[in-house]
């Protein structure tokens, strides 16, 4: 059965030219299961109608050269729903064409951008009116209604685009764009329930990128589960599975699936921008490098290819030539997501704060949902001393990411900033982020404000969970100083010579500073303890302090990218 509908969407959605549609159910049917290509043609599964006439086949072909009016021409005296669909559609495009043509002449990407931001589809009228009517009619297929679906959405008007577009994917399941449209105007999952969307397998690939879009990442590897059973060679549910996992920042897993795509297609470029961003933060240089010669081998000119090249430039510090990249994607397409945060990210890097906080805002307009961007203008804005702006941008990316750490403990630092002085609040966001902090900020931080608080049992709990963490990671560094230091101090003035003593002995172990100070301490104590003496109210002991003081997490924006 999805053979066969996958079959006839290759035809249809080619005859229409829907390019992307009829790729991605080119590439849905390749990853069937075997037995459901068992007995199928090698060929198209064909239009069962008439074969289309002389002024459609001149349609078309005008369509393929992009003389989109004259297509629109060619068919105006036709009124079948084929051809009808195929003339509103060259309107369409030419509409988008003239609204391109807007912004070509400008050399800087965001002042392109913003002019092509300003300017609008002026067919967006007719053609909404037009399509109304057959609608009303009873004359509108699937593909009719998802042309209007694109109309209203392009015009803002999204509780109706969505109903249109739900009925389209109704009429007709495998237009893919269809489903790509309504899930750009779901904002959420609530949105969704009230559709009466196909019980499809068409449905279940909605489910799943509609999931991972809304880092709903679990959900949308169970649905991926059951999909790769039906579509066990399918693209598509490999690369959602990436994604996810690159979601959950499970980058080991994530990167292996992006292999095995570049596998089974040396050339492919979808996706690839992601996947340079997992090598960027794992920092494989030589493996960007690779892969950066491959897409610019493969297309140079399409934007994921230019955000792969400038991740690479990112990594060897050359920010500078990187932005340049990320400006030419940008050229390529205003509407490139990955580009303008990861152009937000090198202004940063550049220290010029006005630039990143633009390219930022060009990215929440692009997609509201994009937690990096909103999280990299609460950085950038806690860089030039406005705490209250960056904390509404960080609670903004916390709200689309509540279990990620990193989320949490910005919030949480931003808090702290002498303009706030909200210690309480800085904890609450702390502990907030405790049970998914996997490079142990919130605990560091949760121990340091017990102590500024003078919380001191509370301070030495999560010193101590720090120092857990830190054994368990066979790691060394200022936070086990510093650790040790508050405990052994801890519990010495507790009169617990003996924790006191284990925990002075294992800062011997540390730098000079500390070493020396922690004999001198142990040699207090044990002369305290040989005379059965107390530490309070004695006067020569010294608190062993730590050779430097830490680095406050969050105050270097060097690291502030969240890829």
């Known amino acids: 059965m999805a053979a066969a509908e996958l079959h006839q969407a290759v035809a249809d959605c080619r005859q229409?030219?829907?390019?992307?549609?009829?790729?991605?159910?080119?590439?849905?049917?390749?990853?069937?299961?075997?037995?459901?290509?068992?007995?199928?043609?090698?060929?198209?599964?064909?239009?069962?109608?008439?074969?289309?006439?002389?002024?459609?086949?001149?349609?078309?072909?005008?369509?393929?050269?992009?003389?989109?009016?004259?297509?629109?021409?060619?068919?105006?005296?036709?009124?079948?729903?084929?051809?009808?669909?195929?003339?509103?559609?060259?309107?369409?495009?030419?509409?988008?064409?003239?609204?391109?043509?807007?912004?070509?002449?400008?050399?800087a990407a965001m002042a392109a951008?913003?002019?092509?931001?300003?300017?609008?589809?002026?067919e967006l009228?007719?053609?909404?009116?037009?399509?109304?009517?057959?609608?009303?009619?009873?004359?509108?297929?699937?593909?009719?209604?998802?042309?209007?679906?694109?109309?209203?959405?392009?015009?803002?008007?999204?509780?109706?685009?969505?109903?249109?577009?739900?009925?389209?994917?109704?009429?007709?399941?495998?237009?893919?764009?269809?489903?790509?449209?309504?899930?750009?105007?779901?904002?959420?999952?609530?949105?969704?329930?009230?559709?009466?969307?196909?019980?499809?397998?068409?449905?279940?690939?909605?489910?799943?990128?509609?999931?991972?879009?809304?880092?709903?990442?679990?959900?949308?590897?169970?649905?991926?589960?059951?999909?790769?059973?039906?579509?066990?060679?399918?693209?598509?549910?490999?690369?959602?599975?990436?994604?996810?996992?690159?979601?959950?920042?499970?980058?080991?897993?994530?990167?292996?699936?992006?292999?095995e795509l570049l596998q089974r297609d040396p050339h492919r470029i979808e996706g690839m921008d992601i996947f340079s961003n997992i090598l960027y933060v794992k920092e494989e240089f030589a493996a960007l490098s690779s892969l950066a010669h491959r897409c610019a081998a493969a297309d140079k000119y399409r934007p994921e290819s230019c955000c792969v090249i400038g991740n690479y430039y990112s990594l060897r510090g050359m920010h500078e030539r990187a932005v340049q990249y990320f400006r030419r994607a940008l050229r390529l397409n205003p509407s490139y997501l990955s580009a303008w945060t990861l152009m937000g990210h090198e202004y940063v890097e550049l220290k010029n704060p006005p630039a990143a906080i633009e390219a930022y805002r060009h990215a929440v307009d692009v997609n509201p949902r994009d937690y990096r961007a909103w999280y990299g203008l609460g950085q950038t804005y806690e860089l030039v001393n406005m705490p209250y702006y960056a904390l509404?941008?960080?609670?903004?990316?916390?709200?689309?990411?509540?279990?990620?750490?990193?989320?949490?403990?910005?919030?949480g630092h931003c808090y702290q900033q002498e303009q706030l002085a909200l210690l309480d609040a800085a904890i609450r966001c702390h502990r907030r982020a405790l049970p998914y902090d996997k490079e142990g900020v919130a605990v560091h931080e949760l121990a340091k404000l017990h102590e500024r608080q003078g919380q001191r049992s509370d301070a030495a709990h999560y010193h101590r969970l720090n120092l857990e963490r830190i054994d368990a990671e066979g790691i060394s560094g200022q936070d086990a100083v510093e650790a040790l230091t508050f405990l052994a101090d801890y519990h010495r003035d507790m009169n617990d010579f003996e924790a006191a003593e284990a925990y002075y002995t294992r800062l011997l172990d540390f730098g000079a500073g500390s070493k020396e100070q922690a004999k001198s301490a142990l040699r207090e104590i044990r002369t305290l303890k040989a005379s059965g003496g107390a530490a309070q109210g004695c006067g020569t002991l010294t608190p062993v302090r730590p050779d430097s003081p830490p680095a406050s997490p969050g105050s270097d924006m060097a690291g502030a990218s969240p890829y």
């Open 392 to 411: 509404y941008y960080f609670r903004r990316a916390v709200q689309l990411r509540p279990q990620d750490a990193r989320m949490w403990n910005a919030m």
């Open 113 to 122: 951008t913003a002019a092509a931001a300003a300017a609008q589809n002026p």
């Open 125 to 259: 009228d007719s053609l909404e009116s037009e399509l109304q009517e057959l609608v009303q009619q009873g004359r509108a297929d699937g593909f009719l209604l998802y042309l209007l679906g694109m109309v209203l959405a392009d015009r803002e008007k999204k509780d109706e685009a969505r109903q249109m577009l739900a009925a389209s994917v109704s009429a007709y399941p495998c237009n893919w764009s269809a489903w790509l449209a309504l899930q750009s105007v779901c904002s959420d999952m609530g949105a969704v329930r009230q559709l009466a969307l196909p019980d499809h397998f068409m449905r279940r690939f909605f489910l799943a990128s509609l999931s991972v879009d809304m880092h709903h990442n679990a959900e949308a590897l169970q649905h991926l589960q059951g999909l790769s059973t039906e579509f066990p060679q399918s693209d598509a549910v490999i690369q959602l599975a990436a994604l996810a996992h690159y979601n959950l920042q499970n980058f080991d897993e994530a990167q292996e699936l992006f292999e």
């Open 16 to 107: 229409r030219a829907l390019f992307a549609s009829a790729k991605w159910a080119a590439a849905a049917l390749s990853g069937l299961d075997a037995s459901e290509l068992a007995g199928r043609e090698s060929g198209s599964g064909g239009a069962g109608g008439p074969r289309p006439g002389p002024a459609f086949e001149l349609a078309r072909s005008l369509i393929d050269v992009k003389e989109y009016r004259s297509a629109a021409h060619a068919l105006q005296a036709c009124t079948d729903p084929l051809s009808l669909f195929m003339r509103c559609y060259a309107t369409y495009l030419a509409g988008e064409k003239q609204k391109e043509e807007g912004r070509i002449d400008s050399k």
